[in-house]
């Protein structure tokens, strides 16, 4: 076993965390990976289980690169100001390759996520959601931030009292260098957006880079448009239902 923990405090739950998890009653998600929250003293903490990685993968993360779940603790502590709290980060061991990993972070109570306002019809502000996003992005941006899961679910969002309030989650994945423009602009690919939201955004966030509008919605439309056309080749080629 080995782990990482942002403080002393969490090493009870840190130490027994596989069986914290397994004994946890509110699931958040059950997927490929899965989320549950559990309460530890007097706060409420969220667990990501990762999936058991394939041999291949349980012997590169073993020897030659870090877990999702170590990336994961090691991303949010450098960019600790735009992410829940980092709690810490533990790896489980069978006949020396590794097995279970999980990632803990403070719950953040978010009212919804970006998904809400780029799909619902009407939602309440959704021009000043977006414009709040844009800057949120650029700020993301600036500090050499490029999250390469930049999609819906993992933009979270709380109304606060002078706007909104950005977190962004599920960030094992990624990338911090001086961007371009075009680098910039193609980070809002994932959003699976329609392109008038994408638009309102993008013409935001344009003014803050002192871009021309039309450049930079062209640029961003057309990552869009391959992301989307991209996804539902495969979704096409195994039989699923396409969304465009």
């Known amino acids: 076993m080995k782990y990482e923990v942002s403080s002393g405090k969490y090493i009870g739950i840190i130490e027994e965390l596989r069986n914290y998890f397994?004994?946890?009653?509110?699931?958040?998600?059950?997927?490929?990976?899965?989320?549950k929250m559990i309460p530890y003293e007097e706060s409420?903490?969220?667990?990501?289980s990762f999936k058991i990685p394939h041999i291949i993968n349980k012997i590169a993360y073993t020897f030659f690169r870090d877990s999702k779940?170590?990336?994961?603790?090691?991303?949010?502590?450098?960019?600790?100001?735009?992410?829940?709290?980092?709690?810490?980060?533990?790896?489980y061991f069978r006949f020396g390759l590794l097995?279970?990993?999980?990632?803990?972070?403070k719950q953040y109570h978010y009212d919804f996520t970006i998904r809400e306002p780029l799909v619902q019809q009407?939602?309440?502000?959704?021009e000043?959601?977006?414009?709040?996003?844009?800057a949120f992005t650029y700020d993301l941006h600036n500090y050499n931030i490029q999250h390469l899961d930049y999609s819906p679910g993992n933009i979270l969002i709380k109304e606060i009292?002078?706007?909104?309030?950005?977190?962004?989650?599920?960030?094992?994945?990624?990338r911090f260098k001086r961007l371009t423009d075009t680098e910039r602009l193609e980070n809002f690919a994932k959003l699976w957006a329609k392109d008038e939201d994408l638009k309102l955004i993008i013409e935001s966030y344009a003014?803050?880079?002192?871009?021309?509008?039309?450049?930079?919605?062209?640029?961003?439309?057309?990552?869009?448009?391959?992301?989307?056309?991209?996804?539902?080749?495969?979704k096409r080629l195994k039989g699923k239902r396409v969304v465009d």
């Open 99 to 105: 097995s279970d990993s999980y990632y803990i972070c």
């Open 128 to 134: 000043k959601i977006f414009r709040a996003f844009a």
């Open 22 to 35: 397994l004994n946890a009653t509110q699931t958040i998600y059950d997927g490929r990976n899965s989320l």
């Open 207 to 234: 003014k803050l880079i002192k871009m021309d509008k039309d450049e930079a919605i062209s640029i961003v439309l057309n990552a869009s448009q391959k992301h989307k056309d991209k996804k539902n080749l495969k």
């Open 69 to 91: 779940a170590k990336k994961s603790y090691k991303h949010s502590v450098k960019i600790v100001e735009f992410t829940p709290e980092p709690i810490g980060y533990v790896e």
């Open 44 to 48: 409420d903490l969220i667990v990501k």
């Open 161 to 174: 009292e002078d706007g909104y309030e950005f977190k962004i989650i599920d960030v094992n994945r990624m």
């Open 122 to 126: 009407g939602f309440k502000n959704k």
